[in-house]
């Protein structure tokens, strides 16, 4: 698997030395934060936006009672 890719790690490393023979700098910057802090939250609510809750799923006793009523009729 190295001798896989050990063309473009010559091509990788040949434009590297490209940039380094131009001027360029390679500088070891501080590695940023694993888990950046999320932006805060508005305290706006838009009433357009609220979500809709669903409503509760019916209990089996009134599962039992609505089925005793639909064969009443």
């Known amino acids: 698997m190295v001798e896989h890719h050990r063309p473009q790690a010559d091509?990788?490393?040949?434009?590297?030395?490209?940039?380094l023979?131009?001027?360029g700098q390679i500088a070891a910057l501080k590695s940023p934060?694993?888990?950046?802090?999320p932006p805060p939250r508005s305290p706006?609510?838009?009433?357009?936006?609220?979500l809709k809750?669903?409503?509760?799923?019916?209990?089996?006793?009134?599962?039992?009672?609505l089925r005793k009523m639909a064969d009443a009729l």
């Open 53 to 65: 809750r669903r409503p509760k799923k019916l209990t089996l006793a009134e599962r039992r009672a």
């Open 21 to 23: 023979a131009a001027g």
């Open 33 to 37: 934060p694993r888990n950046p802090i």
């Open 11 to 19: 091509s990788l490393s040949e434009k590297v030395a490209q940039f």
């Open 44 to 50: 706006k609510i838009d009433p357009e936006t609220v």
